[in-house]
């Protein structure tokens, strides 16, 4: 009887611990379940995030590379805006210049034009005296022409004169002519005082009828009342004339181109020492031939003059 009534209790028991397994297994089970798909769902996030890493790596690579050529396009642009900076400078230097220029040119045109207007007065004032001076010209032709033939029939004249003298005296007697003694100071003022005396000056004409030919030298010899010479002289010549060969001193020398003559010759000489008063003799050679001669006198001072 006690085992009769044991065995429901125990069934109670059995069928309470077999519920109670049921529900703990599906308990068990269902959470399985439910932490599989979670474990899951994990997995497959993590998948993700790695992925989503992945990307964000390659990414940040590409970024990286991105930043890098940025900078080199940095870089670059900086030196390119340099560079435009220094053009543009450049240019504005340029365009300074270019203005400067312009306004110089203006300036330059504008001057331009004003002489070009005072050169036109000139221009013109110039062909007035340009037509004033052909009449002069032509006045002056006809003048010319005029003294010309007055020169030739004066020239003709002398022809004559020179024949006619021929025939008077021989050439031996004929020598230069309108001799001229001329005395200064030292202030180059004419004098006839030996004491004052600083320059002497002596010039003739060589007639065209004494027939001298080419380029010869012609000797001044100055000499006193006593035929010694005035003052020391630079050297001694040896004349020779038609009778005689005469030794002279010579005071000055002067090369004559006898192929133009008539001409006046000049010497000059100035006095180392003060000249004595007295009465004085010039006289002009050629080595052979004599071509005349001049007296002139100096005087004496009175007390300080």
Avoid: C
């Avoid at 769902?41 to 990307?55: I, M, N, T």
């Avoid at 001049?294 to 300080?304: I, K, P």
């Amino acid at each position: 009887m006690e085992t009769t009534e044991r065995n429901p209790t125990t069934l109670a028991w059995v069928l309470a611990a077999l519920i109670g397994v049921g529900l703990a297994g599906g308990l068990y089970w269902h959470n399985n379940r439910t932490l599989t798909n979670h474990y899951n769902q994990a997995e497959q996030r993590a998948d993700s995030l790695l992925s989503v890493k992945f990307q964000l790596e390659s990414d940040k690579r590409d970024l990286k590379t991105q930043l890098e050529t940025a900078a080199d396009d940095k870089d670059y642009l900086t030196k390119r805006i340099d560079n435009l900076h220094e053009q543009l400078a450049q240019r504005n230097q340029v365009v300074n210049t270019l203005r400067q220029m312009t306004t110089d040119q203006s300036r330059t045109i504008r001057n331009l034009n004003q002489n070009f207007g005072r050169l036109s007065t000139v221009r013109d004032s110039l062909e007035n005296q340009m037509v004033a001076m052909y009449d002069k010209i032509n006045w002056q032709s006809q003048s010319n022409a005029l003294l010309l033939k007055q020169q030739k029939e004066q020239q003709q004249q002398q022809n004559l004169m020179d024949a006619r003298l021929l025939t008077m005296a021989p050439r031996s007697a004929i020598t230069g002519d309108a001799f001229l003694v001329e005395v200064s100071k030292s202030n180059k003022k004419m004098t006839a005082k030996a004491k004052k005396a600083n320059t002497l000056t002596i010039s003739l004409n060589i007639p065209s009828v004494l027939k001298l030919e080419g380029m010869q030298e012609v000797y001044l010899s100055l000499t006193d009342d006593q035929q010694k010479p005035m003052m020391p002289a630079l050297h001694t010549a040896t004349v020779t004339l038609p009778d005689v060969n005469e030794v002279i001193p010579v005071h000055a020398t002067q090369a004559v181109n006898f192929a133009r003559n008539p001409q006046r010759v000049f010497f000059t000489v100035s006095p180392e020492r003060a000249i004595k008063p007295g009465i004085y003799r010039a006289s002009v050679f050629t080595k052979d031939a004599y071509l005349g001669a001049v007296e002139f006198r100096l005087r004496d001072s009175f007390w300080f003059f």
